[in-house]
């Protein structure tokens, strides 16, 4: 039936079909009736909810009900490669006639009738205090690592207009500002799990993803968009990662560390390796600072992130695992910093030995996050001693044992905390 109906449309028809959102939509990427504030989309990953965001934004331009708009992804680079220029992006999606220009310089987009989108990373919080708006999209907020900063600067901003209104679009976490807005009378809520966009999904995807992700604790996160509390059996609670949270970092470090958790093959489809800096202030606390773990690395990839990372936070050392080619990760470490101080660790003790006096540590409010870090704490959160350690674990692990204990899980180094 479908398929004989589009064939006797006309070349036009097609066209103005092809442009016609509410036509090809599923119900949960449309927005709800109703007078509402902020709609969450929550998404599992590929369930098209990015392109949720952009068809809102889209209409709300071409209706003519928003004319200054904010955009605000997780970083700059985010924002852009995914809501602007993105497959789902607001230039993709927009009829031709119609599409927006980007300002590099500017970061903003500019319609043909006058409407402007201007850019924003969460990751900076203070660039959103002055601006106003009549309506924003938010992407993947469950991932901003300084949240409730971003999160209330924009509320300040959006003021313009007879009915400012803002789109948050996420694969949903369990933290304290998302469960704030799924509790807010204003918010209005539509779900969908990866499974809903199957037919607009590579077959390869399902076959490697769905495959090892359905059914686990992740899977109903990532995939089904489920808001997973923590695993009761694991070291670490979000409640207490929450509980020493800080939004700066002191600026008195007597140390600064980056672990590492290199992949345990050389090539570029080798697991995920593992990439955190933590800073020893002079207070004996520990400082957790930057996550730059990624995977599908080769070598000289992931020794130039590493390398990135010191840099960027100036740290003194670099302590990687060694278990897995120890010479090979220094060799390659060497060509891109070949002075740096790199401690190689070896793992002689089981992983719950060395994570749970680290955990102790977090529980002692001696470790802070400065800022959030996602992946990384849903990691902390969801491992089991007795399952095998993520990496982004692993480096926060060895980087904290240089840092704070004795050994490879000894007594701590500074007495009386």
Known sequence: MRRAFLHSLTPQEVRLLSNDWHFWARDDQ???EGDWTTWLVLGGRGAGKTRAGAEWVQGEVTSGRAGRIALIGETFADAREVMIDGPSGLRAI???DAAPKYEITRKRLLWPNGAVAYVFSAGEPDSLRGPQFDA????????????????????????????PRQVMTTTPRPMPLLKRLLGDE??????????????NLADGFFRAIISRYEGTRL???????????????????????????????????TRIVVGVDPPASGSAKADECGIVCVGLGANGHAYVLDDR?????????????????VRANGADRIVAEANQGGEMVESVMRQEMPNAAIRLVRATRGKRIRAEPIAALYERG??????????????????????RSPDRLDALVWALTDLMLTGEAGEPKVRGL
Not at 137 to 163: C, T
Not at 297 to 309: D, T, Y
Not at 367 to 387: I, T
């Open 136 to 163: 924003a999209w938010g992407d993947e907020l469950a991932k901003w690592r300084y949240a409730e900063a971003a999160w209330d600067m924009l509320q300040f901003g959006l003021r313009l207009g007879a009915r």
């Open 293 to 309: 773990s990624m995977g599908r690395l080769s070598p000289l990839a992931w020794a130039k992130r590493v390398a990135g990372c």
């Open 30 to 32: 449309l927005a709800p």
């Open 366 to 387: 001696l470790v802070h996050h400065v800022g959030a870090f996602a992946k990384l704490e849903d990691q902390m959160c969801d491992w089991v001693p007795g399952a």
């Open 219 to 253: 899977g109903r996160q990532e995939l089904e968009a489920e808001l997973i509390e923590d695993n009761p059996d694991a070291l670490w609670s979000r409640e207490t990662v929450e509980r020493a949270r800080l939004t700066r970092a002191p600026g008195d470090f």
């Open 94 to 96: 927009a009829p031709a």
């Open 186 to 199: 204003q918010t209005v809520v539509t779900r969908a799990s990866t499974h809903a966009n199957r037919a």
